[in-house]
């Protein structure tokens, strides 16, 4: 598992978007163990109670289940999104970094087209 802080965002934050975002991708799979509280705050230099928020607002959200004694756990009824949209967004990220875009106007412009195709449908 990868995870790296930077930006402005809490590390909190970033650290449950980041697994979030590896679940929707199917890099994290169901019932697969995520490194202890401990070892994952050791690894990115945060203390252990950010790395615990961030599981525990994950475990709230239904992506995670911790068990005394086996340790925190991909949640199995937390499901990887279709192949087809990760594709795409893998290429919408390298288009619009290769154009200079950052993840914001990304962001905005996904929106706009999202709501723009909702009224469509």
């Known amino acids: 598992m990868m995870i790296s802080l930077a930006g402005s965002a809490p590390a909190a934050e970033q650290i449950r978007d980041q697994i979030r975002g590896l679940i929707a991708a199917g890099t994290l799979a169901a019932g697969e163990r ?15 109670g950010t790395v615990a928020k ?7 959200e239904g992506h995670l289940r911790t068990h005394t004694g086996g340790g925190t756990r991909v949640s199995a009824t937390a499901s990887a999104t279709p192949l087809a949209v990760v594709e795409a967004a ?32």
Request: glycine fraction near 4%.
């Open 34 to 48: 995520i490194p202890s509280v401990r070892q994952l705050a050791k690894d990115l230099g945060v203390a252990p």
């Open 54 to 60: 961030a599981y525990k607002a994950l475990e709230s």
């Open 90 to 121: 893998r290429i919408l990220a390298d288009t619009s970094i290769r154009a200079g875009a950052d993840l914001e106007e990304t962001t905005r412009v996904l929106r706009a087209i999202w709501a723009s195709q909702r009224k469509d449908n």
